[in-house]
Nanobody
Framework: VQLVESGGGSVHAGGSLRLSCTASGYRHSSGVCAGWFRQAPGKGREWVASIRDGGTTTNYASSVRGRFTISQDNAKNTIYLQMNDPKPEDTATYYC?????????????????WGEGTQVTVS
């Protein structure tokens, strides 16, 4: 079972970037929920956004609400994070996360599956 993130890179503030999280050996549609966390240099990992109920329920951290959008494509077995109007403070390594058994996708300690992370730098 593996989660693989892609789409990271450098972007100017006010631009846009889309992160992808593709699963192998696991179906996002069969899990409880999925989400994105991030970790900036020298800081702990923080929750960014999560999605559940087949993609119909989404939640966001207040710092990204209105700018970022999480979505799910079951046919492609992929979770996306559309980052619009990114700010320098959004610079971090972004991690895809999934919950296989019931629980929350916004609590780091509860996550069952993690990706390796993808770097996003906003300047």
């Amino acid at each position: 079972v593996q989660l693989v993130e892609s789409g990271g890179g450098s972007v100017h503030a006010g631009g846009s970037l889309r992160l992808s999280c593709t699963a192998s050996g696991y179906r996002h549609s069969s899990g409880v929920c999925a989400g994105w966390f991030r970790q900036a240099p020298g800081k702990g990992r923080e929750w960014v956004a999560s999605i559940r109920d087949g993609g119909t329920t989404t939640n966001y951290a207040s710092s990204v609400r209105g700018r970022f959008t999480i979505s799910q494509d079951n046919a492609k077995n992929t979770i996306y994070l559309q980052m619009n109007d990114p700010k320098p403070e959004d610079t971090a390594t972004y991690y895809c996360a999934a919950k296989v058994v019931e629980g929350s996708c916004s609590v780091e300690s509860a996550i069952d599956l993690w990706g390796e992370g993808t770097q996003v730098t906003v300047s």
